[in-house]
């Protein structure tokens, strides 16, 4: 799959700068699931352009497709190797992530100015309306030029082809071209090529910051980009303004935000200095934790190896400096078996894991976490049940999320952890997450044990 960016600003080589990319070398990126490589087809002072290719392995590919339904060949015969999908956008952020947070050492004033782009997407799936591309840039300000042609002209009678020959032109900040393209090309696809969790909303709300909310197809992107999932689809929402005309109202932060710096402050607080972030996912409280100081040695642990190899490239380990990855381990494991390498640590952090187990099955988890690693602080959050309340369009019974075996009222999650507390040796303090509602709590609750001195 390929993606070319132009600009005639002057000196346009200035891109390099802007991208981080020298224009004389050509830089190959490995990924999960092939190679990504950076290149520059021309670069003058009159025009630059920059390329983005990936090359997707199918054989790599279709080893996360165990179970998948579909034709035997299925997983190796199909169109993502060429196609434009969430592939591209994941390599974008690998090779592209500095701009994309509008960072540029050499050129900052040109970070934060508008300068013309034009974009080149040859292969872009668009499931569903032929004018759906259109739709979505044209309000950005873009001009559009979408083709297609037959799927085959050998045989006319097959329709359409599904895939557009993208252009784009506009005069916009390098940061919001690249969010606009990371956001808007698997809306297009319509699929994402990896699981999609909450952390995802934090995706779509840190990208679309500034022009998704008063965007005409906002609906449509919020639902194509977090996969169709209803309850994430419902708490995206609730980060909206209701009124588009008051565009500049302060920007609340994501329950998610709230609960990872809830975690990050009450693990600051108790002293510690190592730490184990048990279910790990893809590192999002690891990203915060590793700035401080304060962790000496830090330990993220998840039951997934694909899951684990999110976690390296988001944190971006390869690039991080010697200091900080010294500090921290990433391994696979699971919180049901006794494990001799979380212990000896002083804090451990279960962010929205004890809902992912069977609750009959909980009790391996407790004797492994609190009889077996046995940290002197651990902190622990769930989802509050009784708020689900507020979501009208969550029918009663139903949890967050679909792979939530359970959820707890305040008074079980209370229940349970002064259980736990008073059989394993320690103290307990609760603590709200999020906006409380009078009646129904918050959305998310939080214990703290401190485990007490003999």
């Not at 919001?176 to 696809?189: E, K, R, S």
Request: hydrophobic fraction near 40%.
């Amino acid at each position: 799959m390929l993606l070319t960016i132009s600009t005639t600003h002057s000196p346009a080589t200035d891109l390099g700068y802007l991208l981080h990319k020298n224009p004389d070398r050509t830089l190959t990126l490995t990924l999960p699931v092939g190679q990504g490589h950076v290149f520059y087809p021309e670069a003058t002072p009159e025009r630059c352009t920059v390329a983005l290719l990936v090359e997707v392995d199918p054989v790599v590919l279709s080893r996360g497709r165990a179970g998948a339904s579909g034709l035997p060949l299925e997983p190796y015969v199909n169109d993502r190797p060429y196609a434009a999908s969430s592939f591209l956008s994941s390599a974008m952020r690998e090779a592209f992530g500095t701009a994309m947070a509008g960072r540029s050492k050499e050129r900052p004033e040109l970070a934060a100015q508008a300068l013309p782009f034009e974009v080149h997407l040859p292969a872009l799936p668009s499931r569903g309306d032929v004018h759906l591309a259109d739709r979505l840039f044209r309000p950005l300000g873009y001009q559009v030029t979408a083709s297609t042609g037959l799927l085959d002209d050998t045989f006319p009678e097959w329709g359409p082809s599904p895939y557009l020959d993208l252009k784009l032109g506009g005069t916009v900040r390098l940061q919001d071209l690249l969010a606009h393209l990371y956001v808007l090309i698997p809306v297009l696809d319509d699929t994402k090529h990896y699981y999609v969790d909450e952390a995802e909303i934090d995706k779509l709300l840190r990208y679309g910051a500034g022009w998704l909310d008063t965007h005409p197809e906002r609906e449509l992107i919020t639902r194509r980009f977090l996969k169709h999932r209803r309850a994430l689809q419902r708490a995206a929402q609730a980060h909206f303004t209701e009124d588009d005309l008051e565009p500049k109202r302060p920007v609340v932060p994501s329950l998610n935000d709230q609960r990872l710096e809830a975690v990050k402050a009450a693990l600051m607080a108790s002293g510690a200095a190592t730490v184990l972030d048990l279910g790990c996912g893809e590192g999002n409280l690891l990203a915060r934790l590793l700035p401080e100081r304060q962790f000496t040695r830090i330990l993220g642990l998840d039951v997934s190896p694909r899951v684990l190899t999110r976690a390296r490239e988001n944190l971006r380990l390869d690039e991080l400096p010697e200091s900080y990855r010294n500090r921290l381990i990433l391994t696979q494991g699971s919180l049901t078996y006794r494990d001799i390498r979380l212990r000896g640590f002083d804090a451990a952090a279960l962010v929205e894991v004890i809902e992912h187990l069977d609750e009959n099955r909980l009790w391996t988890l407790e004797r492994v976490v609190f009889a077996d690693a046995r940290p002197g602080h651990v902190v622990v959050t769930t989802p509050n049940e009784e708020f689900n309340a507020r979501w009208a369009s969550l029918p009663a019974g139903d949890t967050r999320h679909a792979d939530h075996r359970f959820e707890w009222t305040r008074v079980q999650f209370r229940n349970w952890a002064e259980r736990v507390a008073d059989e394993f040796g320690y103290g307990v303090n609760f603590q709200d997450i999020g906006e409380a509602d009078e009646a129904l709590g918050p959305p998310t609750q939080m214990a703290m044990f401190r485990r007490e001195i003999p």
